[in-house]
């Protein structure tokens, strides 16, 4: 009896901890699991292609010859020794300037203006809303009549003011400006969704006790509303800064980064160099440049919009 | 065990059947501007396929020139190259230098023809193009010219004689200073990439020069007295004389400018002829560019190349094809479809080719403007070489350089983009 005594609690416990063990390696491999299908996809069609492009960054096949041959970071030292490189990074960040603050400020502004639903507001939001739903090859193929010198739109009604025009897309001080009016006129409406949704967020606890406390309108919006509205800011930035370097169409259709190189953003020199300029290596070298720059400043703006999270919490 | 004996059968039938079956070969081909000429492609294509059973060509439409050079390259890598593909002329030299066609040499002689009696039937202005160190690469197919464009209305309002165009530079300048008016500009011409290089070749050219070397791929002519030249004159036409519009204007702004009676005359290529002519409302006419030093025009166009990596059967085959395509009936129906030239000379004797010259006057002076006719500019990196001077074009038209500086700079950064091919070739030395 002491034998089954002693025994029988050993053998249940051995027992139990295989089953424990078990379920525990069930219960880790269980997410792997599920996640083994989108890991697939990713692996297949995102870390691959990057870990390609970074070994393309390193490698160089002169046009005109075989051998494809280990360079190291050359085609890094080359890219920043590019003046149109240099030029690119340049538009890009007076693109970016120029179009994100303006476009999420009238974002907000649409927002708050439209907050309250109504039948005229119904019909407001679905006209600001209306360019984002334009592709936006379509929407810049509109724009070049829009744009033409002397025949377009523009030109024509300014004509009826008495004003000669410029040339909009034919002026290297002037056609990145362009470009950057008709980036306003189809995000700010999207952006506008995403402050909308946020605003429905907001209690109307707070406002009302600052309305209580005295607060006007301004320092309501000021106070109470921005602060509140902080991830929702954050997250329409990551959204506009990405737009910033991933859309290029407009410049395809309107410009094709002229004129003298004055509307080149990023993405088209990437597009030059890689398939006009038989240049593979420098076009990875500047995708893994303008690919980590985007992973760091959404790395940087989500860190914040965790942080803006606690503190709107 | 039956069932090896009847996998043996399946086998042999299998083997028999794919060499009787027909050479499966892709074609691939742009269009641009106009979807109704992808649609008469498609219908050539099944045309030629219901005419005979050794081939089966599947027809791809890729979109623009560019476009279709990233597909059959993109093909190319993936193993399944693309038999016949329509190519902007001016990409061969470059395609060749990469690798990415083949010769054409091996079918010729195949045919027990030669690469001068095969093109002996095409205009001498396409050869060039079709030719690299000394071997046939490409079939010319489609092809155009600049050509000049004129209001008659206008003309006749500024007390000019409509039915005499200007001829030369001094000429031009003349009409289009009593062409210009408040809200009109004399002269247009296309500045954006692509069409401004091609115009100042043209400029360059009725000034006497070459723009680049036809012969070798690492040498372009801009700072030359002819180049420079033809740079003053554009400088010239808007911050001088002030019949041209400042800044860069597009192609498409051009025709729209010229259409709507805001530009009186206006260079662009004979390949919108077709289009001018439904689109314009009032009297116009075409003559040829006019000349400062001589009459020459560069030629444009799309040429057949071959991609490599194809097998004997699919060579064979894409030959076939592409000998189809360019023969004398169907390069004549394609141009009177197109309003491109055609390259082929009989064509322009047949009698469906003379009943339509009779009809449509303005072809006729682009195909009399074809013997002045010389090869488009191609060299080792060829968009970018002629990026370098379209840059420093569009900086002139500005007013940012000054046309002696701009052709000086063009040089330069084209000297440094070719030189990777100049110090593998000409440089080179034992």
């Known amino acids: 009896m002491t034998s089954i005594a002693t025994h029988a609690p050993l053998l249940s416990a051995v027992r139990r901890k295989r089953r424990t063990l078990r379920a525990r390696l069930a219960r880790r491999a269980w997410p792997y699991l599920l996640l083994a299908p989108s890991l697939l996809l990713l692996a297949a069609f995102t870390y691959l292609p990057i870990v390609r492009v970074v070994w393309d960054s390193l490698h160089d096949k002169v046009h005109g010859t075989t051998a494809t041959l280990f360079v190291g970071l050359r085609n890094y030292s080359d890219l920043f020794a590019d003046k149109a490189f240099v030029q690119s990074v340049v538009n890009n960040l007076v693109y970016a300037v120029g179009t994100v603050p303006l476009s999420m400020a009238l974002a907000l502004l649409f927002a708050l203006a439209l907050q309250r639903s109504g039948r005229i507001n119904a019909v407001m939001r679905a006209l600001l809303l209306f360019p984002s739903m334009v592709p936006l090859v379509a929407a810049a193929s509109l724009f070049f009549f829009i744009f033409l010198p002397g025949v377009g739109l523009f030109d024509h009604y300014l004509g009826k003011l008495g004003i000669r025009g410029a040339n909009w897309l034919g002026d290297p001080d002037v056609a990145l400006w362009s470009l950057i009016g008709i980036t306003v006129w189809k995000n700010a409406g999207y952006y506008m969704l995403f402050y909308l949704a946020g605003l429905q967020t907001l209690s109307s606890d707070v406002l009302e006790a600052a309305t209580i406390d005295g607060a006007n309108g301004w320092q309501r919006l000021r106070h109470v509303i921005v602060p509140l509205l902080a991830p929702t800011t954050a997250f329409v930035l990551v959204i506009a800064l990405i737009n910033v370097l991933t859309q290029v169409d407009h410049v395809i259709v309107l410009t094709k980064g002229g004129p003298s190189n004055s509307t080149k953003l990023v993405l088209y020199y990437i597009f030059e160099q890689a398939h006009e300029n038989f240049a593979a290596g420098r076009a990875a070298a500047a995708s893994v440049v303008s690919v980590s720059f985007l992973l760091a400043v959404s790395l940087f703006s989500l860190k914040t919009m965790e942080r803006g999270a606690h503190a709107a919490s | ?430």
């Open chain 2, 1 to 430: 065990m039956r069932w090896i004996s009847s996998l043996a059968a399946a086998a042999v039938a299998l083997t028999a059947s794919s060499a009787i079956a027909q050479t499966k070969i892709d074609f691939f081909f742009p269009v641009p501007v106009d979807g109704k000429l992808a649609k008469e492609m498609t219908r050539l294509t099944k045309l030629y396929n219901d005419s005979q059973k050794d081939v089966a060509v599947t027809g791809v439409y890729t979109g623009s020139y560019d476009e279709t050079k990233l597909k059959a390259q993109a093909a190319t890598a993936a193993g399944k190259p693309p038999a016949v593909v329509l190519m902007s002329a001016n990409f061969v030299l470059d395609l060749k230098i990469s690798g990415d066609i083949v010769s054409l040499e091996p079918q010729l002689k195949a045919d027990g023809t030669t690469r001068t009696k095969f093109l002996d039937d095409f205009w001498p202005a396409v050869h060039a193009n079709a030719i690299v160190d000394g071997e046939l690469y490409a079939v010319p197919y489609q092809n155009s010219t600049p050509l000049l464009y004129y209001n008659k209305e206008h003309f006749k309002e500024a007390g000019l004689d409509p039915e005499k165009p200007p001829q030369t530079w001094a000429e031009l300048v003349d009409a289009a200073k009593k062409l210009t008016k408040a809200d009109r500009y004399g002269i247009a011409l296309p500045e954006g990439y692509d069409y401004m290089g091609w115009i100042m070749e043209a400029l360059s050219m009725s000034n006497g020069g070459r723009y680049f070397n036809e012969e070798y791929g690492g040498e372009v002519y801009y700072d030359t007295p002819s180049m420079l030249g033809a740079a003053q004159f554009v400088e010239d036409l808007v911050f001088k004389h002030k019949v041209m519009q400042q800044g860069v204007v597009e192609g498409g702004a051009v025709s729209s400018n010229f259409l709507a009676g805001k530009a009186s005359m206006m260079l662009l290529s004979t390949g919108s002829l077709s289009f001018v002519r439904d689109s314009m409302k009032m009297p116009y006419g075409v003559a040829f560019v006019p000349r400062n030093v001589r009459n020459a025009v560069p030629i444009g166009g799309g040429s057949l190349v071959m991609f490599k990596g194809l097998s004997e059967e699919q060579k064979a085959a894409g030959w076939k094809f592409a000998k189809w395509l360019s023969s004398t009936e169907n390069l004549g129906a394609w141009s009177r479809f197109t309003g491109y030239f055609s390259p082929r000379k009989s064509a322009y004797d047949t009698a469906e080719m003379k009943d339509f010259m009779a009809k449509n006057p303005d072809a006729k002076v682009a195909l009399d403007q074809l013997p002045y006719a010389k090869p488009w500019f191609a060299t080792y990196q060829t968009v970018a070489v002629r990026k370098a001077l379209e840059d420093e074009m569009q900086a002139v038209l500005n007013g940012k350089k000054k046309a002696p500086q701009a052709v000086k700079d063009a040089q330069q950064a084209a000297d440094a983009l070719m030189k990777p091919y100049v110090e593998q070739t000409a440089l080179k030395l034992p």
